[in-house]
Each structure stands twice: as C-alpha cells, then as structure tokens.
T-cell receptor
Framework: SAVISQKPSRDICQRGTSLTIQCQVDSQVTMMFWYRQQPGQSLTLIATANQGSEATYESGFVIDKFPISRPNLTFSTLTVSNMSPEDSSIYLC?????????FGPGTRLTVL | GESVGLHLPTLSVQEGDNSIINCAYSNSASDYFIWYKQESGKGPQFIIDIRSNMDKRQGQRVTVLLNKTVKHLSLQIAATQPGDSAVYFCASYEGHSGTYKYIFGTGTRLKVLA
C-alpha cells in the first residue's frame, strides 16, 4: 500500500494569489497524479507527473495555471496560480502502487 | 470523449437491506474497472475491482457485476450498515503506450437509514 499526505489540508485564499499544494508518499512511485474534485462532483484528472520530466496535462488544464513539480520519487507539488473563485475545489494527489490506486486526503481550497 | 456516469445521484437504503449502485461507461476499450468509496473529508478508497474478462467478482459484503454488452457495471453491498454511508464512484482504467489514467463517474451518495 501507499500512504499519502498532503499539505495544507485546507486553505482560504484571496483572488489573484497562488497556492502550492504538497504531496508526500511513503514509498517511491513512478507516476503521481493530481485530481480536482469540485463541490458535489466527481474527480477530474488534472495532470500526470513523472519524476524528471514535464507533467502531462489533461484537456482543459494548462501548465501556466497548474504548474507541477516532481523533484523525486516520493514528492510532488501542484500550484494553483492566479486563483479565482472557480478554483474553489478539493485537490487530490494520487499514486499507483501494487496494482492499486491510492489517494491522499485532499486539500480543500476556498477562493474568495 | 470517454465518460463514466452513474444513474442515481443519491440512494437511501434501510440498514440491513442490500444496496445496488449502478454505473455506465462509454469506452468499450476500457478493460479494468474499480469502485471507490469516499467518506466526508477523505480521499477515495478502493473497494473492489474487476477486469473485462470477468462478469462478476465478490469481496467481503460487496459484489461487482460487469455487463460489457451494455457497458454497465454495478456495485452490490449486502446487509448495508451505517458505516457504508459515503459517496461511491466507479472508475474505468485506460492504459496504452506506457501511460494510463482513471476516468471517474459522477458519484452516488449512499445514505443508510437506521
């Protein structure tokens, strides 16, 4: 299994600012994933992050808005840039280990 | 594009009864499906999975049925308990050329009535 922690667990931010979310895994994994879950909705994949290469973004998500770092096999960050109220959501980090997908507890972001 | 959707957004079940949560998917190339449970304030947790070469798989109190003909899967929970109250998501796994991703359905909230 894989245990995932995220920081911060929640935050309230002002419009126009940026927030960086950290994801730490207790084991080395090749691929890490970032999801967004808007209130009352399902999970939408933002991007896939491999260590040592640029993240691969899904349709509708761009690097300028959601820059991702993946400096090593146990850590990744997602930045939500120039935030607007529409970015209010839960952001979840996920990894695949032992043929199973694990999710972090999520970061609840509210943009005022 | 691909989609995985659920028929019912909310399901209320009496404690002790069986629950059935349904899900439809659109991509016939999907070969692996997973059900997740998400409790309030937590990330999704794996419940059970099924590969496309199977039509039924059983776990502890849960059964997943897959009908590839109509691209439909369901999650059955036997003897539903209060701790089963959560949002349930189905997801399809699509992997090719060394990359893969999960596509999630819209979710069903299960409410267990005492």
């Amino acid at each position: 299994s894989a245990v995932i922690s995220q920081k911060p667990s929640r935050d309230i931010c002002q419009r126009g600012t940026s927030l960086t979310i950290q994801c730490q895994v207790d084991s080395q994994v090749t691929m890490m994933f970032w999801y967004r879950q808007q209130p009352g909705q399902s999970l939408t994949l933002i991007a896939t992050a491999n260590q040592g290469s640029e993240a691969t973004y899904e349709s509708g998500f761009v690097i300028d808005k959601f820059p991702i770092s993946r400096p090593n096999l146990t850590f990744s960050t997602l930045t939500v840039s120039n935030m607007s109220p529409e970015d209010s959501s839960i952001y979840l980090c996920s990894v695949r280990a032992a043929n199973e997908q694990f999710f972090g507890p999520g970061t609840r972001l509210t943009v005022l | 594009g691909e989609s995985v959707g659920l028929h019912l957004p909310t399901l209320s079940v009496q404690e002790g009864d069986n629950s059935i949560i349904n899900c439809a998917y659109s991509n016939s190339a999907s070969d692996y499906f997973i059900w997740y449970k998400q409790e309030s304030g937590k990330g999704p947790q794996f419940i059970i999975d099924i590969r496309s070469n199977m039509d039924k798989r059983q776990g502890q109190r849960v059964t997943v049925l897959l009908n590839k003909t109509v691209k439909h899967l369901s999650l059955q929970i036997a003897a539903t308990q209060p701790g089963d109250s959560a949002v349930y998501f189905c997801a399809s796994y699509e992997g090719h050329s060394g990359t893969y991703k999960y596509i999630f359905g819209t979710g069903t909230r299960l409410k267990v009535l005492a």
